[in-house]
């Protein structure tokens, strides 16, 4: 097996930047695509085809005439990373080129070689996508095997190799290094069209500058565009501190780091889908949704209904939603109303019982399904309770603690989850398949460790 020496990709290392985004780390697990790349592509058959024609650049040699490419080898493909340069690309590969020699006999000369060629990941002006662009792709012959007599090699395989190889070769191979990045080229063209969030509004990932490389990988910055469904954008929050990733990342492995405060902007998308109004007597586990049962937590309510009468609950998200993360843990933030009305006289309208200021907080479990992020919550605590208005007259509602707390739990958070269900969208690159990512909460973002299939 041939030894290959292999190097790797562009641009300056890009500082952690304080204003939020989304990074993307590419190590050598994915960025070995290209080997993928090759045999999705079919450009090792359309290269072999090519090469079984007549080349133009292949002049007559004395006494070998009839000349033909054919058996390209299936290639070797390494990459390694070199700071500050880019991907040197390393393809070794072989032929066989045959003819009839003066003698009469066919002619077969074996050659391995390798094609060497900088590949640089540029960002596009033009569409701000990022974009594989090769520079300085050399063929460099490692080996050559002839049955031609042992009397007749120096010079004739000398002149070949001067006269015809070394001309010939280039021209050949260098294109299959372009078609390969052409085909990987085509994998980023989806990463700056806007994704739904529902019916509410899209996202977007706009490259914000050109791609970053160390030893260890390139990095990509990322600045979100989050827009409501009539283009109105959404300013993300000030992180306040500079996203970075955490350290003891295993060589060569691939992160993408969401911060959270990208997070509460794609839920405020859905502010409005938080906005319940339920009507159902019966819920889940809880006592029956009526001012009889209210009265057992707050006596005035039996005063101004005295007859039971079935209760409507509506809950409104006042304030967009916010995510924060700690190590391990991330919370969803509500502030809101919950009000309740009683039907006083059939026919009318019901009659708000309390309006109530609440803050609560939700736990939230990151999964991935179909390339989106889904969120599950579940109640962490409800945080504070306070009388905005009243039709009863003056009551504790610290009284009302414990039965706001259920009715959440039971009524209001599967409402959540449900909303959650659209997913959020990830951003789409290299034909990316999320799912097997694995998700860690980290200091006020989301990481996803990245795997391939």
Sequence with gaps: MLRILCLALCGLLTHARADPGALLRLGMDIMNQVQSAMDESHILEKMAAEAGKKQPGMKPIKGITNLKVKDVQLPVITLNFVPGVGIFQCVSTGMTITGKSFMGGNMEIIVALNITATNQLLRDEETGLPVFKSEGCEVILVSVKTNLPSNMLPKVVNKFLDSTLHKVLPGLMCPAIDAVLVYVNRKWTNLSDPMPVGQMGTIKYVLTSTPATTASYIQLDFSPVVQQQNGKPIKLADAGEALVFPKGHAEGSSQLLLPDTLLSTELALLQKSFHVNVQDTMIGELPPQTTETL?????????????????????????????????????????????????????????????????????????????????????????????????????NEKELTGFITDYLEEAYIPVVNDVLQVGLPLPDFLAMNYNLAELDVVENALMLDLKLG
Excluded: C
């Design 295 to 395: 009265a057992g937590f707050i006596p005035e309510v039996s005063v101004a209904y005295p007859k039971s009468t079935p209760l409507t609950t509506q809950i409104k998200i006042k304030k967009p939603p916010k995510v924060t993360m700690k190590t391990g843990k991330s919370l969803l933030h509500f502030h809101g109303t919950l009000e309740m009305f009683a039907a006083w006289q059939r026919g009318k309208a019901p009659m708000s019982v309390f309006l109530l200021e609440v803050h609560f907080n939700l736990k939230v479990q990151y999964s991935v399904r179909e390339n989106r992020l889904q969120m599950a919550t579940s109640l962490d605590r409800l945080l504070s309770l306070s009388r905005k208005s009243s039709s009863i007259g003056n009551f």
